[in-house]
């Protein structure tokens, strides 16, 4: 069966004057729509071979990196101090840091300056090693440095320096961040000229490098241990092979004392 298809030129006006007439047979159809048909497998093909992988990539890359940035390091922390006679109550946190990497505290206080309330803050290692000493602290403050051990002591005194008897109580913001997390990253972004997609892959990146340099962490950790539970398996095998070699050693004289002890009384 063939189809006649008809395409009226600009020329055709009321059909009076004769128009161009295009035969297509079934067979030029059917032709067509399987090229259409190919066309589309071709486009469908690509997409679920290029595409689809692409976006679940970076679905899970996105997702990989929310995970982790609620894992990376951060910790805050809100309490009250009541202010106490000299030298004041004492209050610490310890909290546990990557060693070597950056490390942001960020200290909130309430109060100000002759509220009668005088508050020091001490922040320390592990080793007793200082990192800030502030002796009349108030309003807030940022502190970065680079962490010399993996503890970080962060002490407070509150000392009362006036007579008044009602209780004087400060309240003290502590946020520690660590890592990757403590980086400016708009700096970076800024200073480096760099697209958001960007930043976020150096953010993964930097992450990755931690998890890395735990891992690391862990197998030296590993291998500390291996080596002491080796030792101690050493000393307690040779421990008793002394403690039996000495009984036997013990036995065989008290064997030989006891033959001569009944020799000497003509008991044998």
């Known amino acids: 069966m063939d189809l006649l298809v008809y395409l009226n030129e600009s020329s055709c006006n009321s059909g009076l004057i004769e128009c161009t007439v295009v035969y297509l047979t079934k067979r030029h159809v059917v032709e067509a729509n399987q090229k259409r048909v ?36 951060v910790s805050a922390l809100r309490f009250e101090l009541e202010a106490g006679r ?46 800030r000493n502030i002796v009349d602290f108030v309003d807030n403050a940022q502190f970065a440095f680079a962490a010399t051990s993996s503890a970080l002591d962060i002490c ?13 109580v400060r309240e003290i913001e502590v946020e520690v961040e660590a890592g990757s997390a403590a980086r400016d990253w708009n700096a970076v972004q800024a200073s480096e000229k760099l697209k958001p997609a960007e930043v976020t892959l150096r953010k993964m990146e930097s992450l990755v490098d931690e998890i890395l340099n735990e891992l690391e962490y862990l197998k030296r950790r590993e291998e500390r241990l291996r080596d002491t539970n080796e030792s101690t398996n050493r000393r ?31 008991i044998l």
């Open 86 to 131: 000299n030298p004041g109550q004492e209050k610490c946190i310890r909290e546990f840091v990557p060693e070597g990497q950056l490390v942001v505290a960020r200290i909130k206080s309430s109060g100000f300056t002759g509220d009668g309330q005088s508050l020091r803050l001490r922040m320390s290692n592990s080793i007793g090693d200082e990192y």
């Open 236 to 266: 307690v095998r040779n421990f008793f092979i002394a403690g039996k070699a000495l009984l036997i050693g013990l036995g065989l004289w008290q064997v030989n004392y006891l033959r001569n002890y009944f020799r000497s009384k003509h």
């Open 38 to 73: 190919e066309k589309c497998k071709l486009v469908i093909d690509y997409y679920f071979r290029q595409v689809v992988p692409l976006l679940v990539t970076l679905h899970i890359c996105s997702f990989c990196f929310s995970c982790s940035t609620i894992v990376s390091f």
């Open 156 to 168: 407070f005194w509150n000392t009362q320096t006036t007579n008044t008897p009602k209780t004087l």
